[in-house]
């Protein structure tokens, strides 16, 4: 498994924040490598929600179905498959000074022959997780100047 983990500081309040990244369809907004998100489940996020994401990998779009498997105040829990991985991210956001503080991880899982391959292809993994954090922060911190 490759783990990755990342947090950031914004200065929208916890609630807010969390409020926007739990729903998940928002992704595309700030994360670069994840062009769409479709919500496949009606109504508010909830336990079970699906969603259609489609990630930018190495130069290749790859589908994924994604799943809510946690949500709490302040936690939300996803795992994402296709044919070749599975995705669980998990984000946190708790209240620090007059804004938040977001935790992202998220591990991969490489199903089948490239199993063997997740040592060589933590750096690429690891690639994805800057712009994105980049992207919560920008995208949180417009949000509170409003």
């Given at each position: 498994m490759i783990t990755i983990e990342r947090s950031v500081r914004s200065s929208l309040d916890a609630k807010s924040a969390f409020a926007y990244l739990s729903a998940f369809e928002h992704t595309p907004e700030?994360?670069?490598?994840?062009?769409?998100v479709n919500k496949l489940s009606a109504g508010p996020v909830a336990v079970g929600h699906e969603y259609h994401a489609e990630?930018?990998?190495r130069g290749k779009r790859q589908a994924l179905t994604y799943r809510v498997l946690e949500l709490s105040a302040r936690h939300i829990k996803l795992r994402g498959e296709n044919k070749s991985v599975v995705s669980v991210d998990t984000i946190e956001v708790t209240p620090a000074d007059a804004g938040c503080l977001v935790k992202y991880t998220a591990e991969f899982t490489l199903k089948g022959l490239l199993k063997i391959a997740e040592p060589f292809m933590k750096p690429a993994f690891q690639s994805l997780a800057d712009p994105a954090m980049a992207g919560i922060q920008k995208a949180l911190d417009s949000r509170a100047s409003q």
């Open positions: 700030w994360d670069p490598g994840t062009p769409v990630a930018e990998f």
